[in-house]
Every structure is written in structure tokens, then in C-alpha cells.
């Protein structure tokens, strides 16, 4: 007898060894009755021969089966599946094919069923990619194994266990309630007492429970566009008036299109999709509008606001002063995927009702995960671990920000942001959005497209996302210059290289005289102005931003007919070598293949003043 190689496959990567993986798939087998009872096994040899691993390992397993009475041992005969594993499951007959087709009967049945939009999923093996920029992804460097497993260690303790192990009805954590209180809320500028806060299973189920609260088909609801996909879809099987709202680079407009709407629904931290920051400008319209027209605001701060180019604004909530916004946030994004713990903070009378639903769902979020998260919180691992992860996608974001500005500067528009996890970037319209996403995967690039983000309006703009929570920072230049190279193939309209470039080459001693005590003036990807000042001693002085933000020192010389420049920062502090073509005012340099990498205005100091 020969067991099929589907049933039996060993993962290498696997986190079970292989005794486990073994046992685990012949338990399986079993159960669903792929090797019905009385079926005789094949020997340990043969097993362990097929698998392509130890007889001792295979022998082991059929064991601890044997002991488990799963199997029996017959002498001189062989290892047979126990006759009587399946006593007592009723209606149990062996079989494993399955009818797949949906039955239209069940249709009729349903009540309300959701209507799923089509979204982009990354792929499953998205880590075994070399440059995977996927928001929401995470590599596992930035789980903290160490500090969890202590807090899980704290939480398992005997007088822990006493405490959580029990029938506690509805209620949450009382720790843990505390620490989010005083450890989590004052960083948002929000302030509440234990009545106005209710652990969820992650920001999902705040969203489904307040959705259920509030929301029927007579309820006119405004969410974002481009928004959230799962916020319309809860809002849709509710049966709500949607009003898409669109989103500018200060957040949603608030205007008279809000008038008619009972709730808004904002994630005004980093806007989902485009991570543009609402301004404190329209926080404080949106604010003075709802109480105006008597409106509720739903405010998703699934990730914690990190600015990383000014000071971060307070929450919504935080400047709400009568309980009109309903507050949801989780403890971090990256513990988030596998703990799913989130929080709702509101007025107490909409934390009572959320908890009367949430009894009759889950009554409350696995008491030992809470238990573990509220160590984790008062211990000081939360604080450490938010700064890590702050300064590590810090990092990420600008590397990302500076190699998309250098290598793809002809070719996109980054929307403008503060910070974030992602970046939204706008191409050519002549580029087919669904085939450069494929073709840039095939490159071992992961980009996301955005058209499951829009619901109401059609998409005048090619955009893609790109994020930073799943690739590492020394990987980001690299396959920047990958989907530069990709995208200059696919595009239809004419790009200048080097040698189509019109204008004049800059040669040896024209090329010098010209280029000092010059400021160059050009606009950047992301749509904030620089200046590069040229000075005759060699040295450079860049500043970029409305309030020159971004500054750095740097030098500048001449060899040959190539202009050098090195930053201390920018350009990864490199030697870029370019030549330059003069048009006129605009100047345009090109790297040593050819390829266009900065054009603006050159003048001369004393012109420029």
C-alpha cells in the first residue's frame, strides 16, 4: 500500500518538526476518513522510505497513535486504523467529497448577506519576495518574542490564572482597561473613565458593534472615497445611505454634502488609503459641523498617527467635547494580525449597549490574552516597543520617500503625507494599472493597486500603494530602481533620455562656471519645493519643504564633462555622476546610463534674489 504524497507532505518550513507534522497528517487522514477504519497502514520502513526520513521517527508516531488508540497493532500482521475511532460520531460515513456547488435554497435563507467587494489580497508566500511592499504585511523582526513571552509567563501564574479563569460575565480585564486608560489614550490627548471603554477582538468587531448600534436603512452615512472597503461593506448589509466623500490632501472635505448625514466615518490619523494626515483645520470643521447638524463621527485610528515630518496632531476624540465621536484603535498593527485586540472608547451609554451585543457575540476577548496584554502595558514593553517600531518605519518611510523621489521622478506624483506605513503614488494613464502590478511581481516587486479602495466614483487616476511594514530598509532602493526600470518600459509617452534630450550639453569649464553659485530650484515627487545651493568652494546646501523641513550639507565638483555631487544624507549619501543638459533656464541631469534623474530651473545666486 502506498500513502499519496497529498496527504502526506512535510513542510520544511514548517514550525512542527517532523514527528508532529507526521502524526498530524495521518490524524487528519483519519478523521476525515481518507483511511477508513480497518485500513491497513504500511509498515514503518516503507512509510519512512516514501517520506524520506528516519524509521525511528515513523515508528514513534505509531506509537503514541497506538496509544492513543487511534491504531492497533497486529502481531504478524501489521498497523491497522482502529475499527472503533469513530464509535459514537453520529452520522459518520466515511466519505470526503464534498458538494462545492452553492445551493441556491441557502440563498433564500440568508438574511442580509454581505455583498463582498473584490480586494487585493498579497499572496501567501508574499515573505519568500525580495522586495515586498505591502502595507499591513510584517516581517517578523518586529514581533517582541522576548517581551511577550514574559508578559505570557506573568499572565499564566497561578494567582493570575485564579483571577481570569473564571465566569466573569461581560467584563473586560479590569488591568488591562486601566493600562489603556492611562498608557495608551494620553498619548491620542484622550481622556476616560473605565465606563467609556470596551476591549474588542480587534478594530473589526469595534466597527461591526457600533455599525449594528447605530445603523439602519434610514440612517445616511458618509464615508471616505477612496476608502475602506470592510466599513462600506458592514455599512451596506446594514442597508445605510452611503454619501461618498472625497479626500483631498488635508483629509475628507467637510462641506454641505455632510449636511444630511447622521455619522461620518473618518480614519483621520493616516487615511486609509492614501496616508494623507487630516489637517487640525478640518478636524476642527468636521468637529463643529457634527454638532451643528447633530451628527455622530466614527473615528478608525487603526494606526496610531506617526509624523514624521512635524508634530503629530491630537485624536478627533481628544478635541470632542460632546461625545459625539466614537473612538476605535487597536494595540498595534503588528501585534494586531495575531492577538486581535482592539478598544472602542465612547460615551458610557454606548459602551453598555456595545457590551449587551458583544455579550451575545463573544462576550468578551480571551481573558489571558488581555491579561498578557495588560503586563505587556505596565511593565514598559508597549512603550519600548512603539518607539522601535516608530523610529524602524521612520526610517523605512523616508527611505522609501527619498528612493521613489530619486529614481521615479519623471514618472509618478507621491500624494503628500506626514507619515505613515505607506505611500500613495499616481503614474501615466497610458500605463494598464493590472498588468504593471503583475509584471512588477514577476520582478519579485509587490505593489498594491487601489481600484477595490473606490466605490462611487470612477477612477480618473493610476495609483498603487506601497508600503514599508515588509521589507526591510537596506531592500527599498533596490526595488525602487526595479519598478523605475519597469515602469520606464511600459510607458508610451515620451520620457528624455540622454540622447533624445533637447538642449545643450554642459562641457569641462562651461560645465564649471555654470554650475557655481547657482541655486538650483525643482519640485520633488511628493510636491513640496527644493532648492540646492551651488557655491563656487565647493559646497552644497540643500533644503526641501514649505518650511525647509528637510535640510542637508553636501559637496560638488567637476571631472571632465561630468558634474559630481555627494549629500552627507540625501542620496544615500552616494557619488552621483551626472551630465547636464541646459534648456534654456531648465537644467536636466542624467545618470550614467542615460536616465533622467532631476530637471528644474538653474540661476544664477544674485538672479535668484
Known sequence: MK????????????SLNLQSQIRQKLVEAIMLGSFPPGRKLPSSRKLADQLGVARNTVVLVYQQLIDEEYLVSRERSGIYVNEKIMEGRVGFEGKTEKNNTRNSEWDRRFKGSLVTEKEFAAPPNWQQYPFPFIDGQFDNSLYPVKEWREASRLALGVREINQWAGETG?????????????????????????????????????????CQLLVDASVSVAVEEPGYPPMRQLLAQRGAALVHQPVDKEGMIVDDNLNPCQLVCVTPSHQTPTAVTMSMARREALIKKSIEYDQLIIEDDFEFESNYLGHPHPALKSIDTENRVLYMSCLSKVLSPGLRLGFLVAAPEVIAEARKLSRLMVRHPPLNNQRTAAFFLSLGYYDT????????FEQRWIALRRAVNYYMLPYVEITPAQGGTALWIKISKDINMKFLVQEAAKRGVL?????????????????????????PADRIREGVDQLRDLIHDLTTHEIESFDNAEGSQLLGDELLATMANSIMLTPVAYGEPCSIEIYGDGSLVGKAGYANEDCDIGKWWVEGDQWYRQWTRWAWGDVGVYRVIMDGEIFKLFDEKGRLIDQGVLKKMEDAL
Do not use: W
Open 3 to 14: 500513502i499519496e504524497k497529498t496527504l502526506i507532505y512535510l513542510d520544511p518550513d514548517s
Open 170 to 210: 461581560d467584563a473586560d480585564d479590569p488591568m488591562l482597561v486601566e493600562e489603556i486608560r492611562t498608557k495608551i489614550l494620553p498619548r491620542r490627548g484622550i481622556q476616560a473613565g473605565p465606563d467609556e471603554i470596551l476591549v474588542t477582538v480587534g478594530t473589526q468587531h469595534a466597527l461591526y458593534l457600533v
Open 385 to 392: 516597543f512603539l518607539l522601535h517600531l516608530h523610529e524602524t
Open 447 to 471: 505593489i498594491e493597486p487601489m481600484e477595490h479602495y473606490y466605490a462611487a466614483s470612477k477612477v480618473s487616476e493610476n495609483c498603487f500603494r506601497m508600503g514599508v511594514t515588509s521589507i
